[in-house]
T-cell receptor, first 115, second 113 residues
Framework: KAGVTQTPRYLIKTRGQQVTLSCSPISGHRSVSWYQQTPGQGLQFLFEYFSETQRNKGNFPGRFSGRQFSNSRSEMNVSTLELGDSALYLCASSLGRNKGNTEAFFGQGTRLTVV | DQQVKQNSPSLSVQEGRISILNCDYT??????FLWYKKYPAEGPTFLISISSIKDKNEDGRFTVFLNKSAKHLSLHIVPSQPGDSAVYFCAASRRSNDYKLSFGAGTTVTVRA
């Protein structure tokens, strides 16, 4: 069973540009969440999608957006990149049920560097 | 607003001894807690979880303890092995809102041979 796949693994962008990251969840998982990891800050929740709908959103500016497709694949977009957006962006998939096991399975992440 | 805190950024332990990682939370609505392990250049991998209706959950060398009144949980690794050297994240969620995990900043564990 394939795990969570994130592409690309590494990305270098210039300030002011925009970027799109992709995440393919585990087959059968309908929930996809995105997290930002920066040194010393742990993982910060960005947003979560379930059945193409955003169900929850973290405290990030509107420059961060996402979407989910009918096959549960998700994309995250960051516009007008700033140096502080340099981070590891992690995608996690889960079944998305409200009860029972709620473990999220993470991809390897996309390392974004803004110069 | 950091609702989950891991106050020890690092921990060094000798191989074969016990590793104890601590985690505190402030949101009393959290009712499900998880520990993840992360190696460099990889995503976090799920280790063990515990529901708020329990105070202990064990899986092999890993045991998680939950003290709801103190809003504190801990992860015990016995015995510690060199492959356990990694960053460990504590996470918490609300069952009714289970798609959002609040993470601590992580504790880097180094197991010395």
């Amino acid at each position: 069973k394939a795990g969570v796949t994130q592409t690309p693994r590494y990305l270098i962008k210039t300030r002011g540009q925009q970027v799109t990251l992709s995440c393919s969840p585990i087959s059968g998982h309908r929930s996809v969440s995105w997290y930002q990891q920066t040194p010393g800050q742990g993982l910060q929740f960005l947003f979560e999608y379930f059945s193409e709908t955003q169900r929850n959103k973290g405290n990030f500016p509107g420059r961060f957006s996402g979407r989910q497709f009918s096959n549960s694949r998700s994309e995250m977009n960051v516009s007008t990149l700033e140096l502080g957006d340099s981070a590891l962006y992690l995608c996690a998939s889960s079944l998305g049920r409200n009860k029972g096991n709620t473990e999220a399975f993470f991809g390897q992440g996309t390392r974004l560097t803004v110069v | 607003d950091q609702q989950v805190k891991q106050n020890s950024p690092s921990l060094s332990v000798q191989e074969g001894r016990i590793s104890i990682l601590n985690c505190d939370y402030t949101n009393s609505m959290f009712d499900y807690f998880l520990w993840y392990k992360k190696y460099p250049a990889e995503g976090p991998t799920f280790l063990i979880s515990i529901s708020s209706i329990k105070d202990k959950n064990e899986d092999g060398r890993f045991t998680v303890f939950l003290n709801k009144s103190a809003k504190h949980l801990s992860l015990h690794i016995v015995p510690s092995q060199p492959g356990d050297s990694a960053v460990y994240f504590c996470a918490a969620s609300r069952r009714s809102n289970d798609y959002k995990l609040s993470f601590g900043a992580g504790t880097t564990v180094t197991v010395r041979a």
